[in-house]
């Protein structure tokens, strides 16, 4: 039994990081927080979990486009009351799930959010260099076409904004 356990490790540290992730699960949208990127699932055994949208920072509601962001996040998984799944990316240092939601229809809230202008990439919590060059390239298309927030003069990212008031 000791051999067994000595030789699954070492097939787990040769596998790498990547294959050490969370599950993946699914739930529905009950709550919203803040400006959209917080969010309360119940899950399927009516469990309430907290989440963070992995990679992103919404407006703060005192924000320009703050509540504009927490409306389509409304419009986008808790009207529909269509189950949407959770890919965990990783958990901050307070054990919150930071995540990547994959809506009903295949596309995912943290992408579409971006491409609407309604969120910043957040450099504190997007830490996989793939992940995040994908959410940068969605941010600078959004700042391209003036989506949202980036239709302003020099918005403030909510990190920035919240140490100014």
């Known amino acids: 039994m000791r051999l067994f356990a000595i030789a699954a490790l070492v097939l787990l540290l040769q596998l790498g990081p990547a294959t050490l992730s969370w599950a993946d699960w699914q739930g529905k949208v009950v709550e919203v927080h803040g400006g959209g990127d917080i969010l309360i699932i119940q899950t399927d055994d009516n469990r ?31 009207k529909p009351a269509e189950p949407i799944t959770v890919l965990e990316e990783r958990r901050d240092s307070t054990g919150r799930v930071l995540a990547t939601v994959v809506l009903h229809d295949g596309t995912t809230l943290n992408d579409r959010l ?34 949202g927030l980036w239709a302003g003069e020099n918005p403030v990212p909510p990190w920035q904004w919240q140490g100014s008031q």
């Open 48 to 78: 309430n979990i907290t989440l963070r949208l992995y990679g992103i920072d919404c407006p703060e509601p005192s924000q320009p486009f703050g509540a504009e962001a927490a409306h389509m996040v409304q419009e986008l998984v808790v």
């Open 114 to 147: 971006l491409l609407a202008g309604m969120a910043w990439v957040y450099p504190d919590n997007c830490v996989s260099a793939q992940a995040c060059q994908g959410l940068i390239q969605l941010e600078n298309r959004a700042r391209q076409l003036r989506r």
